[in-house]
């Protein structure tokens, strides 16, 4: 089972999440409750949960600071906003939040991000126990094989294409929004429809993908392969590697040798 843990300063809304979800039926079990970031971070640490279902604007701690301070922890998340922290919502993608929902809450739309956290969670378990012989290793592959194909949805093919050519650079929804004339809520829902993966997911394992032949290569440091990759930021990028290979850049260059 899944372990989910709740962090929502509404109990009326904490509740009837807890209490409407048909968690069972997801492979999942909420295995902690918290009223703000601070005790949200508290029940991260201890009990290692696989998706965290959080509110953003909340007393003591909000959300995205609670998701930053923990980080190196690896969890899917769903983030619950209001419609004025929507453009707030968007720069959650910076900490590889798994989705966002817009409050009053559609329960639908609630089971749907859970689905994709629970794949997401899936994904990532599949990757970890793949043999680690160092053979092995440098043959593994983070983009599904249907990923790998023409897509036949001609927007999906336009982001897939748009991702190869400029992976290097920063992407978020917005840029394919413009780029595309679609919402970026709705570029998402498409490719999730066809590809069963949110676009940033795809983006980060199509990074981490690169990622692997530069390690393989040894022709560059790991800060260097982070900005080859489109990721900056040092610390993030072997944040968002060990969550998909379960160990640092550093340990797989050793593993493969």
């Known amino acids: ?25 997801y ?5 902690g409750e ?5 005790e949200g971070k508290e029940l991260i640490l201890s009990l290692s949960p696989d998706i965290v279902i959080t509110d953003i604007n909340m007393p003591v701690m ?40 817009l409050k009053p809450l559609n329960m639908k739309e609630m089971a749907e991000a ?9 994904n990532i378990e599949i990757l970890r ?6 053979a092995e ?25 748009y991702i190869a050519k400029n992976y290097t650079q920063k992407i978020t929804l917005s840029d394919l929004s413009e780029k595309l004339f679609f919402s970026d809520r709705y570029i998402n829902q498409r490719f999730q429809k066809s ?20 390690l393989q290569q040894d022709k560059l440091s790991i800060s260097e392969i982070a900005r080859e990759c489109g990721i900056g930021d040092y610390k993030y990028f072997n944040h968002v590697f060990k969550k998909y290979m379960g160990c640092s850049p550093m340990e797989y260059k050793r593993k493969i040798r």
């Open 114 to 122: 859970l689905e994709r956290a629970v794949l997401e969670c899936r």
């Open 62 to 101: 909000d959300g995205l600071q609670m998701i930053a301070e923990t980080k190196d922890r690896s969890y899917a998340t769903i983030i619950l906003t209001g419609y004025s922290e929507f453009e707030y919502a968007k720069e959650a993608i910076k900490y590889d939040v798994s989705d966002y929902l």
């Open 195 to 214: 590809l069963n993966t949110t676009v940033i997911e795809y983006l980060n394992r199509y990074r981490m993908q690169q990622a692997l032949l530069l």
């Open 27 to 31: 492979l999942c079990v909420v295995v």
């Open 137 to 161: 290793l440098k043959n593994i592959s983070l983009i599904d094989h249907k990923e790998n194909k023409e897509d036949e949805d001609p927007v999906v093919r336009q982001i897939l294409g």
């Open 34 to 38: 918290a009223r703000n970031g601070v």
């Open 1 to 25: 089972m899944y372990k989910v843990v709740l962090v929502e300063d509404e109990d009326i809304l904490r509740k009837g999440i807890k209490h409407s979800v048909p968690w069972e039926q």
């Open 129 to 134: 126990n793949q043999n680690q012989s160092a």
